[in-house]
């Protein structure tokens, strides 16, 4: 059972940064791992991905300002969030895909593996 743990949300002011983690419990060759977002009575927003090569893609409200990294020895996803804004609040969710040939930050739909996610909560 692949198991995807997030840590490092929090609550942050504006202008500031965060680091989350995500740990996963299984060693699997992820084709493609990255961050979505949500908040209430939005559609799940594509943060970052990230494929096996080191290929990434990012969503346009979070290019110039988010990192994403993967430590393929250690299974884990990191996300590296500099000049927060009040609009970056949100829960943000790590996902995994062991199959397949899509990873872009414009749709989720080919992820199969989830976290429960970490909220994040920016103050102005």
């Known amino acids: 059972q692949v198991q995807l743990v997030e840590s490092g949300g929090g609550p942050m002011q504006a202008g500031g940064s965060l680091r989350l983690s995500c740990a996963a419990s299984?060693?699997?060759?992820?084709?493609?791992m990255g961050w979505f977002r949500q908040v209430p009575e939005k559609e799940r927003e594509g943060v970052a991905v990230v494929d096996r090569y080191g290929v990434f893609d990012y969503g346009d409200s979070v290019k110039g300002r988010f990192t994403i990294s993967r430590d393929n020895a250690k299974n884990t996803l990191y996300l590296q969030m500099n000049s927060l804004k009040p609009e970056d609040t949100g829960i943000y969710f790590c996902?995994?895909?062991?199959?397949?040939?899509?990873?872009?930050?414009?749709?989720?739909?080919?992820?199969?593996?989830w976290g429960k996610g970490t909220l994040v909560t920016i103050s102005s």
């Open positions: 996902a995994a895909a062991d199959a397949g040939l899509r990873c872009t930050a414009d749709d989720y739909s080919y992820m199969n593996y």
């Open positions: 299984a060693l699997h060759d992820y084709v493609c």
